[in-house]
């Protein structure tokens, strides 16, 4: 059954590495979010695109964070250099076109601690 | 500044019993309303939704109230099942912007 994938599912690595995170969203979707979820914000926008264009990343602090898509099975989101504070559990979601919000899809998340 | 607010961080209840999760907002432009659920190790999956048109929608044990004029809505479980342990995220938009998300409620049904 369609999902969106996410790889790694944790991640663990030191202060200062670079970190790239991946999702493949559900075929035929051209919507695609990317979410951090904390425990004092709860789930933030960092990105979004449709058609592999970036419509907001407002969400992402921009020195060190980056999103793109480099094809419609591909969105990816980079952490260079990564910090503690950015440990969190990333989201990607992804929507068909002309989707109503409710048909927005999780994928289950990657775990990243930035020791 | 959260525009979505879920101010209790978890809830408890004894299986059989009512769940009721509340969400406040601030943004009197949003004009549709979402819960989504979570299971610990997966990502938010939908749950319920609201159109601000509407003051209550339900679908089986779950209940969405919307309360306009207090920018309040809230989340009735009845009646709460084990299964229904989980974190619940209430969201909401405006016409096409993506969503906003509350910090989200965790809830156990006590068996």
């Known amino acids: 059954d369609a999902r969106v994938t996410q790889t790694p599912r944790h991640k663990v690595t030191e202060m200062g590495q670079e970190v790239t995170m991946r999702c493949q969203p559900i075929l035929g979707h051209n919507t695609v979010f990317w979410y951090r979820q904390t425990m004092m914000q709860g789930l933030e926008l960092l990105a979004y695109f449709r058609n592999r264009a970036p419509l907001d990343d407002s969400g992402m602090p921009k020195d060190r964070f980056s999103a793109e898509m480099p094809d419609a099975t591909l969105a990816t989101l980079k952490i260079q250099p990564s910090e503690p504070r950015d440990s969190a559990v990333y989201f990607c979601?992804?929507?068909?076109?002309?989707?109503?919000?409710?048909?927005?899809?999780f994928g289950p998340g990657t775990r990243l601690t930035v020791l | 500044d959260q525009q979505v607010k879920q101010n209790s961080p978890s809830l408890s209840v004894q299986e059989g019993r009512i769940s009721i999760l509340n969400c406040d907002y601030t943004?009197?432009?949003?004009?549709?309303f979402l819960w989504y659920k979570k299971y610990p190790a997966e990502g938010p999956t939908f749950l319920i939704s609201?159109?601000?048109?509407?003051d209550k929608n339900e679908d089986g044990r779950f209940t969405v109230f919307l309360n306009k004029s207090a920018k309040h809505l809230s989340l009735h479980i009845v009646p709460s099942q084990p299964g229904d342990s989980a974190v619940y995220f209430c969201?909401?938009?405006?016409?096409?912007?993506?969503?906003?998300f509350g910090k989200g409620t965790r809830l156990s049904v006590i068996a």
């Open positions: 609201i159109s601000s048109i509407k």
């Open positions: 943004n009197s432009m949003f004009d549709y």
């Open positions: 969201a909401a938009r405006t016409g096409n912007t993506p969503l906003v």
């Open positions: 979601a992804s929507g068909p076109p002309g989707s109503r919000p409710d048909e927005q899809f």
